[in-house]
């Protein structure tokens, strides 16, 4: 399967919702994707040949809330890793490394168990959009304080106009489709992914 095949299928699939939730927004619905067995595996089957270097393993994959999990899980058994979900602030039970991030307006924080990375294991994040950066920034860094190595992000789509690349900086990163800057999004999707602190 080659990366077109994937940005092919994400493009078909992923449909648009114009005004949700609020006026001015174009929502990007990855419902009818999930729900086409073969569209989800080949943008599964993609997400890990981006997140595969040769000859270095992959031990562990971390999915951020909520529908980063939806990806992320799927792709940490088809690389025989581990998968460590990283939540918003009280859904995890036991003892919690927290990071905060910047939102449009006030900050937020995103919580990991802090015996779900070891010292030196290699990490992937897997996400399905990655708009400003912030939680995939705050993501990388929980990683880090528990001694893990960030190996690289892999995400679904990008939304290029909001320059999220630039909070990642030093990383691996891969998105099988990039909307703005030159592609076909529109500028109104900000507002949804802004909402949403990606």
């Given amino acids: 399967m080659s990366p077109s095949d994937a940005a092919a299928t994400v493009t078909r699939l992923v449909r648009d919702i114009p005004d949700w939730p609020q006026p001015g927004v174009v929502f990007k619905d990855i419902t009818p994707l999930l729900n086409d067995p073969e569209g989800f595996t080949t943008v599964i089957d993609a997400l890990v040949d981006a997140g595969s270097v040769p000859g270095l393993a992959i031990d562990r994959v971390i999915g951020v809330e909520a529908r980063g999990f939806v990806f992320a899980a799927p792709v940490a058994y088809k690389l025989g890793a581990g998968f460590v979900p990283v939540r918003k602030p009280g859904k995890l039970p036991h003892d919690i490394e927290r990071e905060e991030y910047v939102l449009e307006y006030g900050v937020d924080l995103l919580e990991i168990h802090r015996d779900a ?25 929980l990683v880090e304080k528990l001694g893990g190595v960030v190996a690289g992000f892999s995400f679904v789509m990008e939304l290029g106009f909001l320059d999220g690349r630039s909070a990642l900086a030093g990383h691996r990163v891969h998105s099988l489709v990039t909307y703005g800057a030159g592609g076909d999004a529109e500028p109104a999707e900000a507002a949804a992914v802004q909402g949403a602190g990606e």
């Avoid at 990490?123 to 920034?137: C, E, K, M, P």
């Fill in 117 to 141: 990375v070891h010292p030196g294991e290699r990490v992937l994040i897997v996400d399905d959009v990655l708009a400003t950066g912030g939680t995939a920034a705050a993501t990388a860094r």
